[in-house]
């Protein structure tokens, strides 16, 4: 059973940055690929950025390219979402996601995080 913990979250005015964590329980993420995805008020999860833990590779929603990075610590078992010039759109509850496998920029994820708000202020 993967274990995930988000930290980090908080509110910050229109243009300014956070940067979250997930901690994993797993040693050995090699084979996982490990996601963000978010949710606002009254509306559906959605895919936020993805990266595959053995190769790095990056995968982003074209609403967050350019303002947002995921990065991964493999000594830590730790995902990390640097997020810049942030906006009120961006307000939402941002859960950490892992799934055996490839990544997918869906919500189809296995395991998942408690979850942890962001809120922009306008």
């Known amino acids: 059973q993967v274990r995930l913990v988000e930290s980090g979250g908080g509110l910050v005015q229109t243009g300014g940055s956070l940067r979250l964590s997930c901690a994993a329980s797993?040693?050995?993420?090699?084979?996982?690929?490990m996601a963000w995805v978010r949710q606002a008020p009254g509306k559906e999860r959605e895919f936020v950025a993805a990266i595959r833990w053995i190769s790095g590779t990056t995968y982003y929603a074209g609403s967050v390219k350019g303002r947002f990075t995921i990065s991964r610590d493999n000594a830590k078992s730790t995902v990390y979402l640097q997020m810049n010039s942030l906006k009120p759109d961006d307000t939402a509850v941002y859960y950490c996601?892992?799934?055996?496998?490839?990544?997918?920029?869906?919500?189809?994820?296995?395991?998942w995080g408690q979850g942890t708000q962001v809120t922009v202020s306008s």
């Open positions: 797993e040693r050995t993420f090699s084979n996982y690929a």
């Open positions: 996601a892992a799934r055996f496998g490839l990544p997918t920029m869906t919500t189809d994820y296995d395991y």
